[in-house]
């Protein structure tokens, strides 16, 4: 199994973590760490790759096509929809470009 997961830096409290779960997609955290919930649900040589470098560009992009974009968009999501989804795009980048947000590219095999 591979997948990208988006999460809160480790290490975080206070206003910083809670900014970091405002910015990120809904339920960034886990109660533990991924090799730990993979591990206990019987998978097996985990590889876990910051990919917060290509998360961050990604972000970026979509940011500056949205912007780029606007004219367009904006009809389709309505004003407000559209300026509120303009907003989250800036707090997410700006929690990626600030280190509390991160992506990793999580490889695992079914044990057995």
Same mark, same amino acid.
């Given at each position: 199994?591979?997948?990208?997961?988006i999460?809160?830096?480790e290490?975080?409290?206070?206003?910083?973590?809670?900014r970091?779960?405002?910015?990120?997609?809904p339920?960034?955290?886990?109660e533990?760490?991924?090799?730990? #919930?993979?591990s206990a649900?019987? %998978?097996?040589?985990?590889?876990? /790759?910051?990919?917060?470098a290509?998360?961050?560009?990604t972000? &970026?992009?979509?940011?500056?096509?949205w912007?780029?974009?606007?004219?367009d968009?904006?009809? #389709?999501?309505g004003?407000?929809g %559209?300026?509120?989804?303009?907003? /989250?795009?800036?707090e997410?980048?700006d929690a990626?470009?600030? &280190?509390?947000?991160?992506?990793?590219?999580?490889?695992?095999?079914?044990?057995g």
């Open positions: 199994m591979v997948f990208h997961v999460a809160v830096a290490g975080l409290t206070g206003a910083d973590r809670s970091a779960i405002e910015a990120g997609p339920v960034p955290t886990a533990a760490d991924y090799s730990t #919930l993979l649900a019987g %998978f097996d040589r985990i590889r876990i /790759r910051d990919d917060t290509s998360y961050r560009k972000a &970026g992009a979509w940011l500056r096509e912007e780029q974009n606007a004219d968009l904006e009809p #389709l999501f004003s407000q %559209f300026w509120d989804a303009h907003a /989250r795009r800036l997410a980048v990626i470009e600030g &280190g509390l947000l991160e992506r990793y590219l999580i490889a695992s095999r079914a044990g």
